[in-house]
C-alpha cells in the first residue's frame, strides 16, 4: 500500500497496489502514449486520443484514489497540464517511486533542457 499526498485536494491517499490499479495505471499510460503519438494521425484521430488520455487520466484519478464526486470535481476543474502532471505523480508512486525520486527525476530533466 501506497500513501500519496494530494496537494491540490490537501489530503493523502491510501493506495493498494493491486492488479486491478496496475492494469488501471498501465492502461491510462498507454492512452497517454497514444495521445503523444501524432504521427501520421488526422486532425480528428488527434482530437480523439487527446480526448481519451484526458477523460481516462481524470477517470484513473477517481478511480485509483477512490475520489468522492466534489474531490472529483476539483481535480476535473484543473488546468489540463496540472491534471497531466497529477497523474504522472499518481502513476510514478503506484509503480514504486518515491517522492523522493520523483523529484530527482524531474530536477535530472530540468538540467539537460
Do not use: C, P, W
Not at 500513501?3 to 486491478?20: A, G, H, P
Not at 484514489?65 to 476535473?76: G, P
Not at 488546468?79 to 504522472?88: A, C, G, P, Y
Not at 524531474?106 to 533542457?113: I, R
Amino acid at each position: 500500500m501506497e500513501q500519496i499526498y494530494i496537494k491540490q485536494l490537501k489530503k493523502k491517499f491510501n493506495v493498494v497496489t493491486s492488479n486491478k490499479v496496475i492494469k488501471l495505471t498501465y492502461r491510462t499510460q498507454l492512452a497517454m502514449a497514444h495521445a503523444g503519438d501524432t504521427d501520421g494521425k488526422t486532425s480528428t484521430e488527434r482530437i480523439e486520443a487527446s480526448l481519451k488520455m484526458t477523460e481516462r487520466g481524470t477517470d484513473y484519478l477517481r478511480d485509483v484514489l477512490k475520489l468522492t464526486d466534489s474531490q472529483y470535481e476539483k481535480i476535473d476543474d484543473l488546468d489540463v497540464d496540472e491534471t497531466v502532471e497529477l497523474v504522472n505523480y499518481v502513476i510514478m508512486r503506484v509503480t514504486g517511486l518515491t517522492d523522493e525520486e520523483i523529484e530527482k527525476y524531474y530536477k535530472g530533466a530540468d538540467e539537460k533542457k
